[in-house]
Structure formats: C-alpha cells, structure tokens
C-alpha cells in the first residue's frame, strides 16, 4: 500500500492550493478516505472525508467553506481544494483510508506534504 501526498507549498493568506493523494495497493473504490493534518505541537486531526463513491462529504468546522474534499475512483486519488488558506492552516497534510465512515485510519501514513501558510 502506498500513499503518496503532493502539492503543497508556501502559500500567502487568502491564497489557495489543490492537494492531491495517490494511492496504490488496495482497491481504492472500497474505501472512504480522509485528509488529516498535524502542526507542529499539535495532535493530528482530520479536516475531510469522503465516501468510497463520493457522494457524502464532511468537513471539520475549522475547514467549513473554505476546503472541498473529493476524489477521482478511476485515478485511485483523492484531492483537497483550500481557498482562503489561513495561518492556522500551517500544518502537514497526510490521507489515509477507512472501511467505515467514522473508522480509524487504516494504512500506514505516508510521507504527507507540508503546507505553509504565511506573508
């Protein structure tokens, strides 16, 4: 199983960025999948998920507006969409999946993809 994080990057405030997660190794359709984030200090917490066909999606109040989760079943990724990025948004982003909509991450993490929020 790999799960590979692209497209981070240092952003101003107000600025946006479209993460992305490649995944490999499991049968990508059968899963829920989830973003997360960690900042330095702070435990990781999810921002996002997705159902395993994508037609539910729920996001953390934090992200409410601003981020959009979804995902591509045919290319085996899930994305982010971040606008009006804010400081608090610094953290690194990582994605996993999930057999049940509320279930724990299932996979090893991957490498994540730092997001830097700052003028």
């Known amino acids: 199983v790999q799960l590979v994080e692209s497209g981070g990057g240092l952003v101003q405030p107000g600025g946006s960025l479209r993460l992305s997660c490649a995944a490999s190794?499991?049968?990508?359709?059968?899963?829920?999948m989830s973003w997360y984030r960690q900042a330095p200090g702070k435990e990781r917490e999810r921002v996002a998920r997705?159902?395993?066909?994508?037609?539910?999606?729920k996001h953390a109040d934090s992200v409410k507006g601003r981020f959009t989760i979804s995902r591509d079943n045919a290319k085996s990724t899930v994305y982010l969409q971040m606008n009006s990025l804010k400081p608090e948004d610094t953290a690194m982003y990582y994605c996993?999946?999930?057999?049940?909509?509320?279930?724990?991450?299932?996979?090893?993490w991957g490498q994540g993809t730092q997001v830097t929020v700052s003028s």
């Open positions: 996993n999946a999930a057999t049940t909509w509320t279930g724990d991450p299932t996979f090893h």
């Open positions: 190794g499991f049968t990508f359709r059968d899963y829920h």
């Open positions: 997705i159902e395993n066909f994508g037609v539910g999606t």
